[in-house]
């Protein structure tokens, strides 16, 4: 699937305009803060729906405008679709496909899919485990029908089931334990099937990168102690004390996180920092392997920045993914891009204003 | 618009109507203005009259203008079956069909810890003295097919739980006359969860 044609109002500092980014490799250049990452941002919106980095929707608004408009434009074998993001500062905000809701799931065509590599992605094995699990939710399990439906659902039973013990309702708690046994083990079946399907990709592209290393292996470590509601809800009945005392849910899914580990060491506690931003690159670089293998198609690729901030070889695998599919990369300096990477549009920005230098 | 005078007054008290933004409500306030006086009168009676005459029925806690309600003073229906529902519209839903001869109880919602609704916020201690007054032996749970319905449902079954009652949920699934392919996939595994030996 290709993103032919993005048309852009009313987003963050843009000045309105349509852009057409090439089949293969577009490179947007412009110095720090003239809205580079902006572009980025909005392509990956009218797919996702969200910004991956806006705390609250209406920050995404241009200063003084009541609305943010996108517009993209599909192209795939069977034809191409327009996609619409529109926001409102009201809070409204409406995704629509060929002018119809958008959902999730339903066009068994597919979705367009996006894998985004920002800079903060490079701290993915450090960092806490909400990054991780944000990181399957939103890319990993962007091919998987039912997962959102499944995590949104785990959420609000989640949510309501803390409350309940906050307000001491035992009789309440015990209801919803029963849910919260159907909804977790659930949730944890999809997460581990992504996760075991995700390993031994990620596994591959380390090593490709870190030839000398021991073999990155990537796990689920479930928050959930067991994959059958009965097993499960029986645990969760025996911490039932500990959860009155601390008032909060000690089990299931919203602990899941995914563990690294070089060998025998755990990459988070021992790995070097090189060690962990390899991963971090080899778990993104899975992930546009695993939604293609899924769905057949490529996923947009959208590298923000991040080219200066690897060295030699990760740089040259991910120059590699780069000409596989569509990518759009954004970078401060053209000195950047490694030697093989030849951009088929490039793109200047400058205070908002998008120049096209030209298309090969 | 002047921002004082019966006019404002009225596109007030409109704008609090579920539904009603505050344009509508200029809109219907404008209508109002075109109709006859005794129109007016009609409408303004309709509310108060529904307001001061309705009441809760004091067996099922559906809403009603006498007491007991029509279904629970009606003694063709069967008294020893309580279908229990969240809002008396649920109440009309179930009589559309003109399947169930059962009697009723309303919860008046569902528990949502979230929103500061616990049992005690809802009618069931009615519920608990119906069922040991009268000769009731089923009790089916017809809660709305979401977390917080599913949470009374077993919320109920539990508290409610003895040998001499018979205890069911409504089953949730394909809607009739649709297709599978359209199907949501949540309803879909629903439907397989809950599938029927045939």
Redesign the interface.
Known sequence: MILEQLTVGGWRNLEAVSLEPAAGLTVISGANAQGKTNVLEAMAAVITGTSHRALRDDELITAGEIKARLSAKFRRPSGSFEQTLELERAGRKSRRREGKRV?P??DPLGDPMVVLFCPEDLVLVQSGPAGRRRFLDREVAQAT??YS?AQR?YQ??W???N??L??G?G??V???D??WAQAATRLTRLRRQLVEALAPLAQKAYAAMAPFDPALTVRLAAGTPAEDPQVALAALRQRRAEEEARRISVLGPHRDDIQLTIGDNELRAFGSQGQQRTAAVALKLATVQLLQEAAGVRPLLLLDDVLSELDGRRRELLAQQVREGQTVLTTTDAEFLPERMRADSWWEIQSGKVAVHGTA | MNTQGPIARLVEELARLPGVGPKSAQRLAYWVLRQDPQRVQALASALTDARTNVQRCSACQDLTDRDPCVICADPRRDHSTILVVEEPRDVQAVERIQEYRGVYHVLGGALSPMDGIGPEDLRVRELIQRLGADGVTELILATDPDVEGDATALYLAKILRRPDLKISRIARGLPAGADIDFADEVTLARALEGRVEV
């Open positions: 959902v799931g339903a029908v039912g439906a659902s609000r039973i949510t309501q089931r409350t309940a906050k307000r309702e009789h309440v015990d209801a919803l029963l849910l």
